[in-house]
């Protein structure tokens, strides 16, 4: 336990030693009992400058929205010394570090926070990389009226001036006019380049007020509150924002990576079971590019990891994300020609066209769209002899014992294909597909025969 004097915190490099190092608490008391304290004590150098008053004053707003950085705050008052001391001890004592993955990028690096509760406390968690005290936040009108109130609670605590623009819930969302409506918003509330843009919701809300953000005042800063297990696990991480065209899914959109991070794992409690699912698929995708042995690991826990309250989610996100953040660190913009970013579309080619084909947000959720895309990408390695067939089969049954749909409802072969040849994935007028060798052993190839990807679609369903 270490007391520094309150000039010490407010030296940043003092400040960045006791937050990787320690755990920090403010006991933050009203300006009255601070004075009652120092009246009449002569070594406090700073207050014999003149009126203790007003120097208290002035020291107050000077120092408190770096105080409130604090990884704990508690209120002190005249209570005696004991009651204070023993509310630290139960705060220190219910206080678990969150889960941290750094995302490290050519020239600069990001934290993704992962635990219960973070939401309450992210106004200090904010303001460590906020160039100045003020916000707009972006939501949607399901997650507003879960948790906007919580977060904009915890902004008022720290001194974050803070506004919103609610947009309504749904994949429908992610189009032009509601990104003109945001952008315009912003506008016309007269921010300036240090204003954060902070994204609270799922995949939906982080897309569109990331591109939001790189786009408005050619760029403000971002953060990132994924409300969804997919959107933890996978879109707030990486910087891809953007929205969907008639043309095609993500087809306009920007790269814009957040400065922080922060997935609240209690949130996910009220979350629908099949939003639930989705993300789950994405969880699974990582193990089947990159990791057998975490796929194997996601058979094992899958029941527990859909039911509320299983410490093996939290686990899960953090492997997740661990997976993307190298994979993205490496491969940032998406130019390597084989094996980098490119990998995480994993049975993207064929989920965002039947993302298109059954309208957006209308029939299957990006995440259920991932998990029949995924099967197909296995299947039609199979088909290229590339892998064991019995890999499709393993896949499938463990999809189907989650509840994730598996097939393709009777859509038009052709006009799927149609749809992935306006993908962004097509190069040289290839289609580009990620493959795989076997369970964790997936592989970018742009040179895959139209007629292998039709057959496989016709095997799922497709007429
Ligand atoms: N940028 C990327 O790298 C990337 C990666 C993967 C997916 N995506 C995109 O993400 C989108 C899908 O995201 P999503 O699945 O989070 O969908 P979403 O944002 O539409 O959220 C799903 C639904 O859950 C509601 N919701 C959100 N949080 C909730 C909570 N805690 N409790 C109750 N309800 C809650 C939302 O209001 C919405 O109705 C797709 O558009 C996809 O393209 C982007
Ligand atoms: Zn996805």
């Known amino acids: 336990m270490l007391a520094p004097g309150g000039g010490a915190f407010m030296d940043p490099e003092t400040r960045s030693t006791i937050f990787n190092r320690a755990v920090s608490i403010w006991l933050r008391c009203p300006l009255p009992v601070l004075l009652q304290r120092v009246l009449g004590r002569t070594h406090r150098p700073l207050l014999n400058a003149g009126d203790p008053a007003e120097i208290l004053q002035q020291l107050s707003e000077e120092r408190s929205p770096l105080y409130a950085l604090a990884d704990i705050i508690i209120d002190g008052s005249e209570a005696p010394i004991q009651v204070t001391t023993s509310s630290v001890i139960s705060a220190l004592k219910a206080y678990t570090p969150p889960r941290q993955v750094k995302v490290t990028l ?72 509601a990104w003109h409506h945001i952008v315009e918003t912003l506008l016309e509330q007269r921010i300036d380049r240090s204003t954060t843009i902070v ?53 306009v959109g920007a790269f814009h990576q957040p400065r922080l991070v922060i997935a609240d794992t209690g949130v996910l409690h009220s979350l629908p079971v099949n939003e639930r699912r989705a993300g789950y698929a994405e969880i699974v995708k990582a193990g089947l590019i990159a990791d057998a042995a975490f796929y194997e690991w996601c058979e094992t826990h899958a029941q527990s990891m859909l039911a509320n309250d299983s410490p093996n989610l939290p ?16 491969d940032e913009h998406e130019t390597k020609p084989n094996n980098g ?47 064991p067939a019995q ?12 509840n994730l749909p598996t097939q393709i409802a009777k859509l038009s072969t052709n006009r799927l294909l149609e749809h992935m040849k ?11 597909f990620v493959l795989t060798r076997g369970i964790g052993q997936a592989f970018t190839s742009n040179d895959v025969a139209e007629e292998a990807v039709a057959n496989t679609l016709l095997a799922y369903g497709a007429i």
């Open 106 to 177: 050519a020239d600069r690096e990001y934290e993704v926070l992962i635990g219960p509760d973070l939401l309450s406390q992210a106004g200090g968690r904010m303001l460590r990389v906020m160039p100045q005290p003020r916000c707009v936040v972006i939501t949607d009108e399901i997650v507003a009226s879960l948790y906007l109130k919580t977060l904009e609670d915890s902004l008022f605590e720290v001194g974050v001036a803070h506004s919103n623009v609610i947009i309504p819930a749904g994949e429908a969302s992610k189009n032009f006019s």
């Open 341 to 387: 970013r490119a990998l995480l579309n994993f049975g993207h080619t064929f989920a965002h066209a039947l993302e298109a084909e059954t309208g957006y947000g209308q029939g299957l959720l990006h995440g259920e769209a991932v998990a029949i895309g995924m099967i197909l990408a296995t299947h039609l390695s199979a088909s290229l002899g590339l892998c």
């Open 422 to 432: 306006q993908d962004k994935k097509m190069r040289g007028g290839k289609l580009t």
């Open 199 to 251: 994204a609270l919701g799922g995949g939906v809300v982080g897309d569109l007020a990331g591109f939001a953000a790189a786009a408005t005042l050619r760029g403000l800063p971002f953060i990132q509150i994924p409300t969804t297990l997919l959107a933890q696990v996978d879109s707030s991480v990486g910087g891809k924002t953007g929205i969907n065209s008639q043309w095609g899914k993500n087809l």
């Open 391 to 402: 890999d499709t089969v393993r896949l499938i049954k463990h999809l189907q014992s989650v």
């Open 315 to 330: 686990e899960a996100i953090e492997k997740a994300v661990r997976f993307k953040a190298t994979v993205v660190g490496d």
